[in-house]
């Protein structure tokens, strides 16, 4: 079974960046597309990027694009989330996991909080 740990956020100030990091382990974790969620305060679970198992296809949601750059390295088995230009809107609550969750998925994490204060 996957376990996957997301680490890297913290408080950061709108214009900031922040690198996100998504360590699994398993050896399955380089055959699946990945994904970055994000869930805010009083909002449902978002998919916010999405990176095809071999990292050459990457797909971002619009209120992130030209933000945000999500890749992955299959020999350390960990996702990454670069966000760039954040905003208060970005607060949340990251977590990583498949990309296609109705497919397949793994247990979730504990995510990392991200928070940006205007």
């Known amino acids: 079974q996957v376990q996957l740990v997301e680490s890297g956020g913290g408080l950061v100030q709108a214009g900031g960046s922040l690198r996100l990091s998504c360590a699994a382990s398993?050896?399955?974790?380089?055959?699946?597309?990945m994904g970055w969620y994000r869930q805010g305060p009083g909002k449902q679970r978002e998919l916010v990027a999405t990176?095809?198992?071999?990292?050459?296809?990457?797909n971002y949601a619009d209120s992130v694009k030209g933000r945000f750059t999500i890749s992955r390295d299959n020999a350390k088995k960990t996702v990454y989330l670069q966000m760039n230009s954040l905003k208060p809107e970005d607060t949340a609550v990251y977590y990583c996991?498949?990309?296609?969750?109705?497919?397949?998925?793994?247990?979730w994490g504990q995510g990392t909080q991200v928070t940006v204060s205007s």
């Open positions: 990176i095809s198992s071999g990292g050459g296809i990457t």
């Open positions: 996991n498949t990309a296609i969750l109705r497919v397949y998925s793994y247990s």
């Open positions: 398993g050896s399955i974790f380089s055959i699946n597309a």
